[in-house]
């Protein structure tokens, strides 16, 4: 990559640069454009290389693939529509099945659906099993939360198989 003034060169403002525009060593207006080019093609705004490590490298950081939940709530017998029913917050099918999937979620929204999750066994639970059910946190359901152990045992074993054979 770079830098040159040359009339085929499309002209990005320098706020989007990683020229500093509020260094006045480096910049002496906010006039000053930024020329950028990749062989003899020039470069779009959104492939300037400002932007290229957010669009490339973010995707798949974010992705952690199939996520201890998915597993659960089959076990349990949930959809995901089970799970935004039984919630009492603003939980909705597309962050359930983001969550399913292992697309990265906030520490809010893991919360959310973790509580959606207890809530929905809650309530297929009789008041005998209630008294022995296990809450699962949310770095039980999450690989990239903190706190995330893999091997885990269930302690709700028991009550998966006894809701399996009734």
Same mark, same amino acid.
């Given at each position: 990559m770079s830098l040159s003034t040359t009339a085929q060169k499309i002209a990005i403002p320098a706020m989007f640069c990683a020229v500093?525009?509020?260094n006045t060593a480096q910049l002496p207006t906010l006039q000053h454009l930024?020329? /950028?080019?990749? &062989?003899?093609?020039?470069i779009g705004l959104f492939n300037h290389p400002c932007y290229t490590?957010?669009?490339?490298?973010?995707?798949?950081?974010?992705?952690?693939?199939?996520?201890?939940?998915?597993?659960?709530?089959?076990?349990?017998?949930?959809?995901?529509?089970?799970?935004?029913?039984a919630s009492h917050e603003q939980l909705n099918?597309?962050?359930?099945?983001? /969550?399913?999937? &292992?697309?990265q979620l906030t520490l809010h929204i893991m919360q959310k659906v973790m509580r959606g999750l207890n809530i929905a066994i809650w309530n297929q639970l009789s008041k005998e099993q209630k008294e022995t059910y296990f809450e699962y946190p949310h770095h039980w359901l999450f690989t990239?939360?903190?706190?995330?152990?893999?091997?885990r045992v269930d302690p709700n074993e028991a009550l998966k198989e006894s809701l399996r054979q009734s």
């Open positions: 500093n525009p509020f930024c020329f /950028a080019e990749l &062989g003899d093609f020039p490590k957010r669009v490339d490298d973010t995707t798949s950081e974010r992705d952690h693939g199939v996520q201890p939940l998915d597993q659960l709530m089959t076990e349990w017998g949930l959809s995901n529509h089970g799970l935004v029913e099918h597309k962050q359930v099945q983001k /969550a399913r999937k &292992g697309r990239y939360a903190k706190g995330y152990q893999s091997g």
